[in-house]
């Protein structure tokens, strides 16, 4: 996006990330001038000739598609990444990168605690076929290391994790892949790229599930690859394509909206997310919280190294007294403005119950070994006013 005239970019001004938010990607229709990239709802693209096939990119959508380009375009600016690769949903992104980077015999050392979705990916399907996993915990770096082995393919990260939230030190853990010849996968979906960037920390692939904060309105399902080069983009879009798993027009239609508005909303989102957290630390009936922004959080010195703009993150869990009973009563009787569901980043505030929703999947001994427990209660802030958040959650603790 550059050139003279009107509606052109000034060659070699960089923009700020706020520009980039909404126009990345993005230039106005080159027929009619629109100012939002249109929904390319075609199946085949008429070629030219025989010798001129490919010529203006596109044959067939399963390939490529202009919309889903515009989007793939789009994150891999904002995320500093080589190429982005738009998938149907967050899990096809980790099914991606797994299927792009181990094959029979190789083994991939996974944190022990992540979307209950992965952990099941790679305990059932990819063990299934050969491929060997140690689950072990990120927090420490060391740890990781010493988990490698001869034919260790793949590092795969989650932070902050769900739903503990514990932290993966990217620098740390991308060197040590570097150093092993190995390559080093993030699941940022819980930081964006408002708070995280991986690839700047040295990841080689960073995985998205789209259907939090960059769409963040409840109303699709998506999830992106970025990868730090060429060659690696490249082999994420061979296996989209062997896969038949490319996101549709109509969704990242939807998400290259959305995105324009993400880091306005999460910088809202994580201030409420700040008060309800402190809020919570107040109260005679909650036993522990655990938000990044508390100076009682375990990992309180990488949460300030590694999360930028002075903000720790929308997500935050707590457990009250009186255990699983008393966190199901809370998470049964909490009133609107919280919604009781699964999924996290939307305008929407929302209660989870891992044990029984997002980690169900989870052997219940692997589950309670990383500390989420029958009564953990999840919760994802949204955008509306904080006070009604608190005083809906007050009263569903007062009357416990
Ligand atoms: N990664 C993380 C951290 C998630 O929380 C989720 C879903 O909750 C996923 C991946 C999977 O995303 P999706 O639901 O879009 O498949």
């Known amino acids: 996006m550059s050139g003279k005239g009107a509606g052109s970019w000034p060659e070699g001004v960089e923009m700020g990330y706020a520009t ?6 993005i230039d106005p ?37 202009p ?41 991939c ?68 892949a570097k150093a092993h010849g190995i390559l080093h996968a993030c699941d940022s979906t819980f930081s964006t790229p408002i708070m995280v960037k991986p690839i700047d ?16 309105h409840n109303q699709t399902v998506g999830g992106a690859v970025i990868s730090a080069t060429k060659e690696l983009d490249e082999r994420m879009h061979f296996y989209q394509n062997i896969h038949g798993n490319i996101l549709s027009p109509q969704c990242s239609f939807y998400v290259l909206q959305a995105t324009k508005t993400m880091g306005l909303r999460f910088k809202q989102q994580c201030a409420t997310a700040q008060k309800v957290a402190e809020f919570l630390e107040t109260h005679p009936k ?37 255990g699983t009973e008393a966190g199901r009563k809370l998470m049964d009787s909490v009133q609107r403005p919280w919604s009781l569901c699964e999924n996290l980043g939307a305008t929407e505030s929302i209660i989870t119950c891992p044990a029984v929703m997002t980690h169900a999947n989870m052997l219940q001994e692997d589950r309670l070994k990383v500390g989420i427990t029958d009564g953990f209660v999840r919760v994802s802030c949204g955008i509306e006013d904080t006070d009604d958040l608190l005083r809906a959650l007050k009263t569903a603790l007062d009357n416990l």
């Open 109 to 176: 050392v996974i944190t022990d605690c992540s979307y209950g979705g992965t952990n099941r990916a790679a305990r059932v399907m990819f063990s299934d076929l050969g491929i060997t996993f140690s689950f072990v915990d990120f927090r420490d770096p060391a740890i990781v290391e010493a988990a490698i082995r001869p034919n260790t393919k793949l590092i795969f990260s989650e932070t902050p994790a769900n739903p503990t939230l514990t932290l993966t030190d990217l620098d740390a853990v991308s060197a040590i």
């Open 201 to 216: 920390h040295g990841c080689d692939l960073v995985i998205q599930s789209l259907t939090k904060y960059y769409d963040g």
């Open 20 to 25: 980039q938010l909404v126009h990345a990607g």
């Open 286 to 322: 909650v036993q522990t919280v655990h938000y990044p922004g508390l100076a009682s959080f375990p990992q309180k010195e990488l949460a300030d190294r590694q999360h930028k703009g002075g903000v720790h993150g929308t997500m935050l869990w707590f457990e009250v007294a009186g």
């Open 29 to 65: 229709d080159e027929k009619t001038g629109a100012i939002l990239t249109p929904i390319y709802q075609a199946t085949t693209y008429v070629q030219e000739s025989v010798d001129k096939y490919l010529a203006k990119g596109f044959s067939y959508s399963r390939t490529a598609n």
């Open 67 to 107: 919309t889903v380009k515009a989007l793939e375009a789009k994150i891999a600016q904002l995320e500093n990444g080589a190429g982005a690769c738009c998938v149907c949903t967050g899990m096809a992104a980790t099914v991606t990168v797994m299927t792009a980077t181990l094959k029979a015999g190789d083994h």
